[in-house]
């Protein structure tokens, strides 16, 4: 393409042109339009039908996992397919399952929640729910998920390679991962390196993009405390994204180096220092878990109010609760090391930082429950997933208090008790998050309705079988098995737990069985559904002020905010809903003569209170 | 199915104060967990939709936000200082009892090595002595265990003593404990360590005084010939 | 006013925001990750260092002070005929801008090039990176740390001057004027960045 | 665009300052002094640098307050990091 034509393509796409349309666009070739698209709505898109993937993936991970703790030695229905050096026969070799454990946490983390909750929603909510016509930077954006994509290869191929694939757990803690000696997984381990660092630019030129946008894009009147809050903690995870995972990029090159060039950072052989490493992964790690749960909250906080018909209780403390997790979460990263040998002084200052943090979780649950309380009540399947993200939320939040406590997290260190915290927090969490989110917005997306019939069977199913593989998790750790067991039946003491694995693994199959309804619903409402109308959830938001799915450029004209987003059974309007572009009544038909809405210089707070 | 709450038997002298803090930890964290779960069920029954309702239009109050931040932040801070003591008590070296048996235990992949200092009382001299995967003490007497490792990280966990520690090669990590009644019981790893984690275990045999003597004498005698 | 300017100071956006366009905030949000970068490459270095002392020598006894002191030199006057840059086409000055980056270019590749040189002298001193191989003075953390550091700064400044070669480009091709010189702008902000970075690294590592 | 009162700016003088700072580190850091009075004399001297850079060079001066504190939000993290892990050895 010559500059000429780059240029004159550009200017077709230039969607900051008032009344700018979907017109003119045919010229783009189907290249530009849905492969390298630099539309923030179609790489919201991609960057679904990749963690989707992914999320399969993972679950799929997930559930050859459980058939070796359910049922250790017997070989693994249709894992002949396996190679011998995996699964010889179908019988999972415990090589095999290290790499099971550490690609299936990986996957989840790095390759499904991270990218539904910050690719998916944030490049599909921040402009649209600021009124602006896309990402400040369209064309990083689209940088931003190729990059993705070719991180999620490499990751993948890091199967093929003789060795397999990564098998030092999700943390992979030197020296285990600093040398193929240790674990017979050479190339694997350095893909899997390779991979997370191309994985982090992906997410840094995501969050540069994000914040700019909110910061610079929003429409006039959008003030910061009129902000949706989906928008407000894709800010916020944005900033977290922003200064957390260059760190780990750091570490990870560090370890690539120990790995590649001989260099011992972190090999005890040459004078490393192992617990560097730990320290610079939970420094990222723990804002990684806030970056996995604050979207979610976001979103759920968003149905809520919405599908209760009621404002959300507390706006601002919502907003400060999030910017105070996102300021403690730099402070407790130590939790994940009480056991690791560090400095016991050092543990008690994590331990309170750590229970502190428990404060704005709560502000943030009373507040959901606040926001019920006197509302109406539409239990749509958004609002179910919402629902059930809060009453699991508080469980895992409350296994969390547990370990805070190092005198209990000294038997608790690596136990499934932790397996059971982290998947109350982040699949009844944050994937309950992305399920209340995916129900929610994808007529916008997609231009039609989601079946409620089949997505309240996948609900309630999904809920039962989920609790039924988490909830004994607890009770196994309190027992003391170990995580990251290949086989627990090793130790005696741990041989009459086998029953309760054997059930967790069976409702575990369920519970991957069940998710085929989604994947049903999903694909034949995305053909078959019911046309959506610009507005489903008589909603306040922007995003539905436009029609569903919303054209090139979002805004026919460029929208004015008037209020706040969640004025929902206003006593201005007859109506239970009052759109924020919506001029107030007094105002000229058309919104002409209404008064200038606080426009101009917001009263803005420091936008950098995020970090 | 074995569903129980309850943590397992201990016989550690401090097993039963951390038991103790998790006990209290359940009950709180069970108190709040019905009331919250509570609440919210209460709350779905009473105000589901209904035609002609409407929802009420409120924004919030400023006297319930501080209620809910100033409550859970003192609950959470009594667990904590609750939580100090038993801490110190097991991991802070400033702490542990003087007069401690010494031993040392280096783990490699996959195995414990229990060093013993022999008939002198001193580690590092040549009447020392090492067993594989066993580790015999004597009851109601503290043992101090330097943990060493050579390879890659692995991590000390005696279940029924409520002790838990990683091993890093490169450092000495001190830790203490000190049964309260006989018996066998189990040593395991955990933290992923390689393929053969899983079966990195080894057994903690609990003496009498005397049975642990004689223990001692015997291979003490084994090592010298 | 070229075209991606226009999206980038869009005029329909007044908004309060930062009061700074989209492309110079977008930098300013990108080298702040870049700190973050920077905090763990140097900050490991610390901690190595605080833990090993044995490992490092004493100032000017491996490194070459004197040869670096003048590659500072020069990177401090590639800043300041940057910033020349920048000022000469504020005031509509297309043949000092041109003169002036082409400066900043030829002294930012001259450090890159006596870097080039540092590293192959000193590799062949036997003061390398790797564990098995370290021959000089000290020992192999001292290399490890400093390759990684001046390396990954080294590798900042080549892409530098690889940006600032296009913004030249651009300029000659009459791109920027007074009106619209976002690229020159950001690209010195991160040249100066780099610059910065550098004058925390000449101290710490071949001064302390 | 924002700045036209760029144009009487002191950058040649900031450069002969940042020479003459880096003189005074050559000189001062192979001095006889104890190892911690140099550490802390070059590392004043170090940041004396740096801001200069940022404050001149990258026009600090001239941006509005909110983008000092976006400027200097990685910092406080940074030191959090390193003085944490310090107190470990
Ligand atoms: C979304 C992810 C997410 C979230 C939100 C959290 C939230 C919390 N986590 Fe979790 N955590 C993980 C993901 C997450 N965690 C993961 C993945 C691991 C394992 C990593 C690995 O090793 O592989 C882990 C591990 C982990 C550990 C280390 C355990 C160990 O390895 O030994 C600890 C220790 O303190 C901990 C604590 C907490 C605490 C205190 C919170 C708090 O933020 C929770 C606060 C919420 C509530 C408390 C509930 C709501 C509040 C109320 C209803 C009010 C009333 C409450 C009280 C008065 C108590 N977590
Ligand atoms: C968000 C993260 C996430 C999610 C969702 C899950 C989901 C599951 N995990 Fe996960 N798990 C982790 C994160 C996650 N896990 C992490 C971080 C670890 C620690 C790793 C380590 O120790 O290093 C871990 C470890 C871990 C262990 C401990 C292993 C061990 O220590 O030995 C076990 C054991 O049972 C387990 C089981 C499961 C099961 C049965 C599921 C099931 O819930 C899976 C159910 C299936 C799905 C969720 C896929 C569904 C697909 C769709 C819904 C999409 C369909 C739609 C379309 C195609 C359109 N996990
Ligand atoms: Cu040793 Cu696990
Ligand atoms: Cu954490």
């Known amino acids: ?611 | 199915m074995n569903w129980s709450w309850m943590m397992p038997e201990t016989v550690s002298t401090y097993g039963p104060a951390i038991d103790q803090l998790y006990y209290v930890i359940l009950v709180i964290t069970g108190v709040v967990f019905f009331l919250t779960e509570g609440a919210l069920i209460a709350f779905l029954v009473m105000y589901r939709h209904k035609e002609g309702r409407k929802a009420a239009y409120i924004h919030g109050s400023t006297k319930a936000e501080v209620v809910w931040t100033v409550v859970p932040f003192l609950i959470v801070m009594a667990i904590a200082l609750a939580s100090k003591s038993s801490w110190d008590l097991v991991k802070n070296p400033a702490n542990f009892p003087a007069d401690a048996m010494r031993l040392v235990v280096t783990a490699k992949q996959f195995e414990w090595n229990v060093t013993y200092p022999g008939a002198d009382g001193r580690i590092g001299t040549a009447d020392d002595f090492t067993v594989r995967n066993q580790l015999h003490i004597p009851v109601n007497r503290a043992v101090r265990v330097n943990l060493r490792a050579e390879d890659v990280i692995h991590s000390f966990f005696l279940p029924e003593f409520r002790l838990k520690q990683d091993a890093i090669p490169g450092r000495e990590i001190p830790v203490w404990f000190e049964a309260t009644r006989t018996g066998e019981f189990t040593l395991g790893c955990a933290e992923l360590c390689g393929l053969g984690h899983y079966r990195m275990k080894g057994t903690v045999y609990v003496h009498t005084e005397a049975d642990f003597q004689s223990w001692a004498a015997s291979r003490a005698e084994e090592q010298q010939q | ?208 | 665009m924002e700045a036209k009162e760029h144009q009487k700016q002191p950058y040649i003088l900031i450069w002969v300052i940042l020479l003459v700072l880096t003189l005074g580190e050559l000189g001062y850091a192979f001095m006889d002094l104890p190892k911690i009075v140099l550490a802390l004399g070059l590392i004043a001297m170090a940041i004396w640098k740096a801001l200069l850079v940022a404050i001149y060079y990258m026009h600090l001066r001239h941006e509005p307050r909110r983008m000092w504190i976006l400027a200097a939000s990685p910092l406080p993290l940074a030191v959090i990091l390193v003085v944490t892990v310090l107190t470990e050895y």
């Open chain 3, 1 to 208: 006013m070229n075209h991606s300017a226009t999206a980038v100071m869009d005029p329909r956006h007044p908004m309060p925001g930062m009061q700074v366009y989209n492309l110079k905030l977008g930098m300013w949000i990108f080298l702040l990750s870049e700190v973050m970068f920077f905090t763990s490459l140097i900050g490991s270095y610390i901690i190595l260092r605080f833990a090993h002392p044995e490992h490092w020598t004493e100032p000017g006894v491996i490194l070459n002070v004197s040869l670096t002191a003048v590659n500072t030199f020069l990177l401090i006057c590639s800043s300041v005929t940057m910033v020349k840059a920048f000022a000469a086409i504020e005031q509509g000055d297309q043949k000092g801008l041109k003169l002036w980056l082409l400066a900043t270019i030829l002294i930012g590749a001259s450090f890159v090039g006596i870097q080039f040189f540092e590293y192959t002298k000193l590799i062949h001193e036997g003061f390398v990176p790797n564990f098995a191989a370290y021959t000089a003075e000290g020992a192999n953390l001292y290399g490890a740390t400093f390759y990684l550091m001046t390396g990954f700064h080294g590798a900042h400044v080549t892409i530098g001057v690889l940006c600032l070669s296009f913004v030249l480009f651009r300029a000659m091709k009459g791109a920027y004027t007074s009106e619209s010189y976002g690229g020159v702008e950001i690209i010195g902000l991160y040249w100066h960045f780099v610059d910065l970075v550098w004058i925390i690294l000449f101290t710490i590592v071949y001064l302390l």
């Open chain 1, 1 to 611: 393409m010559s500059t000429a034509q780059l240029v004159s393509s550009l200017e077709k796409e230039d969607r900051t042109q008032p009344g700018y349309t979907d017109e003119g666009l045919h010229e783009l070739s189907f290249i530009r339009k849905y492969v390298f698209s630099t539309d923030h709505k179609t790489i919201a898109k991609q960057f679904l039908f990749l963690s989707l993937f992914f999320l399969v993936v993972g679950g799929a991970l997930a559930g050859m996992m459980r058939w070796q703790l359910g049922f250790p030695g017997q070989p693994l229905p249709g894992g002949g397919v396996f190679p011998d050096t995996m699964a010889p026969g179908g019988i999972i070799l415990p090589e095999f399952y290290n790499s099971l454990v550490t690609m299936h946490g990986t996957i989840m983390i790095f390759f499904a929640i991270m990218p539904l909750l910050v690719g998916v929603f944030g490049n599909l909510l921040i402009p649209l729910q600021l009124g602006a016509p896309d990402m400040a930077f369209p064309r990083l954006n689209m940088a931003s998920f190729w990059l993705a994509v070719v991180a999620g290869t490499v990751m993948m191929a890091s199967f093929l390679v003789e060795g397999g694939a990564a098998g030092a757990g999700w943390t992979s803690y030197a020296p285990l991962s600093t040398s193929g000696e240790w674990t017979g997984v050479y190339l694997g381990q350095q893909l899997w390196l390779v991979s997370l660092i191309i994985m982090g630019a992906s997410s840094l030129t995501g969050a540069v993009n994000y914040i700019t946008t909110v910061i610079n894009m929003r429409a006039p009147g959008m003030t910061w405390f009129r902000i949706p809050l989906p928008t407000w903690s894709l800010f916020i995870t944005a900033i977290l994204i922003l200064l957390a995972i260059p760190i780990l990029t750091g570490g990870l090159i560090m370890l690539l180096f120990d790995q590649l060039i001989g260099t011992t950072f972190f090999i005890p052989a040459g004078s490393g220092e192992p617990l560097l490493w730990q320290h610079i992964f939970w420094f990222f790690g723990h804002p990684e878990v806030y970056i996995l749960i604050l979207p979610a909250m976001g979103i759920v906080s968003e149905v809520l109010s919405c599908r209760a018909r009621k404002p959300i209780f507390g706006y601002h403390a919502m907003v400060l609760a999030m910017v105070s997790i996102a300021f403690l979460g730099w402070v407790v990263w130590g939790h994940h090391m009480f056991q690791s040998g560090m400095n016991p002084m050092l543990g008690t200052s994590f331990m309170i930082s750590t229970v502190v943090i428990a404060v704005p979780s709560a502000i943030k649950t009373f507040n959901w429950l606040g926001t019920l309380w006197r509302g109406d009540i539409h239990f749509d399947t958004p609002m179910l997933h919402a629902l059930s993200f809060v009453s699991m939320f508080i469980i895992g939040g409350l296994s969390g208090i547990f370990m805070a406590a190092p005198a209990v997290d000294i038997y608790l260190h690596d136990t499934y008790f932790i397996v059971a915290h982290l998947h109350y927090v982040l699949f009844g969490g944050s994937l309950f998050g992305i399920f209340a989110g995916i129900t929610f917005w994808f007529p916008k997306m997609f231009g039609r309705m989601m079946g409620e019939g089949l997505g309240k069977v996948h609900f309630w199913l999904t809920f039962i079988f989920y609790n039924l593989v988490f909830f004994p998790m607890h009770n196994l750790g309190i027992q003391g098995m170990m995580r990251r067991l290949y086989d627990p039946n090793e130790y005696e003491f741990l041989q009459p737990l086998q029953e309760m694995s054997t059930f967790i693994s069976i409702s575990a199959f369920l519970l991957v069985g069940t998710q085929s309804l989604f994947a049903f619903n999903f694909f034949w409402s995305m053909f078959r559904g019911r046309q959506a109308p610009a507005n489903p959830w008589n909603s306040n938001t922007l995003e539905w002020t436009v029609p569903s799915p919303p054209p090139h450029g979002n805004f026919a004209v460029m929208p004015t905010v008037y209020r706040g987003p969640y004025e929902y059974s206003s006593p201005e309007v007859d109506a239970d809903f009052y759109p924020q572009d919506r001029p107030p009544p007094g105002a000229g038909p058309g919104g002409q003569a209404a008064p200038e809405p606080t426009p101009g210089p917001a009263p803005t707070p420091e936008p950098v209170a995020g970090d």
